[in-house]
């Protein structure tokens, strides 16, 4: 329904009416209102953990969790409605 420049492509999950993305070349992670109109975005913060390179892994949740893994750490963030 739209297209937005946001950084760089990567990958994207879905959940609770909300879309997290993931971006590859840098670790920017950003959470957008699932919006046909438009591009609304929540909120963002960049990886800092994990080895050098590309952000290439897929994030994943499971009960409530947002997994997100670059190189060689994991990080578990708390994403349950409240």
């Known amino acids: 329904m739209w297209e937005e420049h946001w950084n760089c492509k990567g990958s994207i999950i879905a959940a609770e009416g909300m879309l997290y993305i993931f971006e590859e070349k840098s670790?920017?992670?950003?959470?957008?209102?699932?919006?046909?109109?438009?591009?609304?975005?929540?909120?963002?913060?960049?990886?800092?953990?994990?080895?050098?390179?590309?952000y290439w892994a897929h994030p994943v949740i499971h009960?409530?969790?947002?997994?997100?893994?670059?190189?060689?750490?994991?990080?578990?963030?708390?994403?349950?409605a409240r």
């Open 63 to 80: 009960n409530g969790i947002l997994y997100l893994r670059h190189s060689n750490a994991l990080m578990a963030y708390d994403i349950k």
């Open 27 to 54: 670790g920017n992670t950003g959470l957008i209102k699932a919006n046909p109109e438009k591009f609304e975005l929540v909120s963002s913060f960049k990886v800092t953990r994990g080895d050098a390179g590309p």
